[in-house]
């Protein structure tokens, strides 16, 4: 597992690809890259050789304000590699929506596990992995080809039955808000 420096001299994903390089054949890289790794416009070239030499497992979509950079928050996400076997578009890559753990920040500590639910919704997130298991709105398969989003948010069906009327009213609340604040420059 590696979690590479971000904007260096060479990209995260070239980090990756040096990596899975000198592995064994059939082994498995688990990595931590910014989520702007798994976007199909970016990084196109060394995608594409990702995909000839290595199969893309599973990638999940993790927490925001894990890392921070210079008082910036930088989301990432996980992707799970096997080395020396092409990528098969054909075959489905595992992908977790695993952005809700329940952690809270806390003053000096950082994000911490208040409310004792961490256990739970770990065990939760590796089950689904290991079963690779389709559930909604945090856990999808998806064939994908090297130029395709990476992400589980491309392919997810949003759960608009689970949207009441105060969801509706603190959007419409929000907006106009936001309408009232811009006119004041």
Known sequence: MINPPYSQDITE??????MLDIWAVGGTGVVVVPMSCAIGTKFKETRQRLFKKH???AVFSMPDDMFYSNNASINVCVMVWEAHKPHDTEKTTFFGYYKNDDFVKAKKLGRID???KWRSIEDEWIRLY???ETKEEMS???SVRWDDEWLCE???ETGYSKLTQDDFQETVNNY???LVKSADK
């Open 55 to 57: 199969t893309l497992r």
């Open 13 to 18: 994903l070239e980090f990756v690809e040096n």
């Open 114 to 116: 208040k409310f004792n």
């Open 130 to 132: 290991r079963e690779r």
């Open 140 to 142: 999808i398969k998806k």
């Open 154 to 156: 491309a392919y997810m």
């Open 176 to 178: 106009l808000a936001y």
